[in-house]
């Protein structure tokens, strides 16, 4: 199998240095743009299995380059950046995003990032279409609406079951709290964000096996939730 190519859309050298010799330790292939212009060129040109943004571009903000690639690229998008505002977070992730990573980061968090990302896009490439998956001893059956931990079945009530769906839905990347919101009570609830807090209590408290340290049902930047440890078919 060849190895993955990721491209990295960063303006400073020195940092795509930095990301270049850390992945192509672990085995990846790289390429590089420094700008937006560049990026979208390379980007088609290159097929790249996950592309890496900073938002700080010199000739475009990062979001709007996101934007763009998602109208025809499907590849996970992880951002790199300085800025650790909550909306601009928020900005980013809603703008197609899979997830957020604040400079500086270290190098194991990184590839742990990436590899998730990969993960989830290996699972949307496959078209995720068994009904049945899984996380730690969790089952779950989407199509029959069945959930069991360690052979033992779990009742959730319908509006957790919607939650947990539309967190598997996600395959592992960042969802907001308004995305969530909207994927799990309707576009009337996007600003009752205690609603979230709530049923995400209720869910780690059936699921996890330590709900105040979750493994799987995990917040993500202050800005939102993600499953981790995600299997198909089990």
Not at 105 to 122: C, M, T
Request: hydrophobic fraction near 40%.
């Amino acid at each position: 199998m060849s190895p993955v190519r990721i491209l990295i859309i960063e303006d400073d050298n020195n940092i795509r240095r930095f990301l270049r010799l850390a992945l192509e330790d672990e085995g990846y292939q790289v390429a590089e743009a420094d700008c937006a212009r560049r990026g979208l060129i390379e980007a088609a040109s290159r097929q790249p299995g996950l592309v890496i943004v900073d938002l700080g571009l010199p000739d475009d903000d990062g979001k709007s380059l996101i934007r763009e690639l998602r109208g025809w690229l499907s590849v996970p998008v992880l951002v790199l950046s300085a800025r650790d505002r909550e909306e601009e977070k928020v900005a980013a992730l809603d703008a197609g995003a899979d997830d957020y990573l604040v400079k500086p980061f270290g190098v194991p968090e990184l590839l742990a990032r990436v590899r998730a990302q990969l993960r989830r896009g290996a699972i949307s490439l496959s078209g995720g279409s068994s009904s049945q998956v899984s996380f730690g001893e969790v089952r779950v059956d989407l199509a029959e609406h069945q959930v069991s931990k360690s052979g033992q079945p779990v009742h959730l009530t319908p509006t957790e079951f919607r939650l947990l769906a539309a967190l598997i839905k996600g395959h592992g990347r960042v969802l907001t709290h308004r995305q969530l919101l909207l994927d799990t009570w309707g576009p009337g609830y996007a600003d009752r964000g205690h609603y979230l807090r709530i049923y995400m209590g209720n869910l780690r408290q059936k699921l996890e096996d330590s709900p105040t340290q979750p493994q799987y049902l995990l917040t993500e930047l202050q800005v939102g939730y993600r499953l981790a440890g995600m299997r198909m078919g089990d």
